[in-house]
């Protein structure tokens, strides 16, 4: 029992050993490298470990590249996936570039996967172009009539400004800024919606893919649409603020009116009582007329009579009962 298991033992760890030395030293990948073509040296495969780089990326990289007939360095291929890179992807993207007879280096593809964009991708869409859809964009012709329309962009990748260049969102930036311009630019909204392909043209003459990831085939109007009268709305608004800045005078005037009536009616509460005040003096200048002996009791009397028959006079002609006398 005990020489059985010694001989488990041994087994299991014979086969341990030839599986840590097969990964470390990938025979078998070599071999695959070397009927393939693609010369490589085993012990490069085994620092490659060492290095925390796949062995199979790199190789099978390289065959793909040899095959199709492009010279790849087995450092160059490290050293882009080491920073990070996307290397069967670029690799990918090389043979697609080449077999579409496009200009696409070594360089410019990791440069373009490190910079985060999708080589393989930009080189499908320089082959098939894309159909990118704008959101309803709303403008104005010069008669007041607002027209909303929806555009479909085709473009397809432009490799020399994928690195540096905007993106979607700023063609479509530029493809609404020109729709609106173009809209804006027309006299009235029926030419617009008799020659929707003068919008196509005016926007492609303003080169809107200047400086950005991708080149403009086509700008086609799928679907234009009547909105508001704009023309309108800002009349009937600028006649409601007319109108308000004129109720706004009118109650300022009233109110000034008011302010003067009161002040007119202060002034005349003044006048009475100055009347009053000088009223007043009378008895006074009276008493002291009494007293400097100037006024006789007589004469006071004969006062009294005059004001008594003053006061009967204005009270017959202001009675209304009391018919006047004819003569």
């Known amino acids: 029992m005990n020489e059985m298991y010694v001989f488990i033992a041994l087994a299991v760890g014979a086969i341990f050993f030839l599986w840590l030395l097969l990964y470390f030293i990938p025979v ?3 071999f695959t490298a070397l009927v393939s073509g693609v010369r490589i040296n085993l012990l490069q495969l085994v620092l490659m470990r060492w290095r925390k780089v796949p062995p199979r990326v790199i190789v099978n990289s390289m065959i793909g590249a040899t095959k199709a007939g492009i010279i790849l360095k087995r450092d160059d291929l490290e050293a882009h996936f080491l920073a ?14 080449d077999k579409a007879n496009m200009e696409l280096d070594f360089k410019t593809a990791t440069a373009i996967d490190l910079a985060g964009r999708d080589v393989l991708e930009a080189v499908q869409m320089s082959v098939n172009p894309k159909v990118i859809d704008t959101k309803r964009v709303a403008a104005v012709a010069k008669d007041g ?19 540096g260049g905007a993106g979607e969102e700023t063609v479509l930036a530029r493809v609404g800024e020109g729709i609106v311009s173009s809209i804006g630019s027309a006299n009235s909204h029926k030419a617009v919606l008799e020659n929707p392909d003068s919008i196509s043209k005016v926007v492609l003459d303003k080169g809107l893919d200047s400086g ?12 234009i649409d009547i909105g508001k009268n704009i023309g309108a709305v800002l009349q009937m608004d600028q006649a409601n603020a007319d109108k308000n800045i004129a109720q706004a005078k009118a109650e300022e005037k009233r109110a000034m009116a ?4 009161q002040v007119m009616k202060a002034k005349a509460q003044e006048a009475r009582a100055n009347v009053i005040q000088a009223e007043a003096q009378i008895p006074m200048a009276i008493a002291e007329s009494f007293r400097s002996g100037n006024l006789g009791i007589m004469d006071y009397y004969k006062f009294q009579n005059i004001q008594a028959d003053t006061k009967m006079r204005e009270s017959i002609s202001e009675d209304p009962g009391i018919e006047k006398d004819p003569k």
Do not use: H, M, P, Y
């Open 258 to 261: 008011v302010a003067q009536e």
């Open 28 to 30: 078998g990948l070599w």
């Open 84 to 97: 990070g890179g996307q290397v069967q992807k670029v690799v990918n993207s090389l043979i697609s570039a």
């Open 145 to 163: 009539i607002q027209l909303i329309a929806v555009a479909r962009v085709t473009v397809r990748a432009n490799i020399k400004q994928l690195v």
């Open 212 to 223: 950005t990831a991708f080149e403009i085939l086509s700008i086609d109007i799928a679907d």
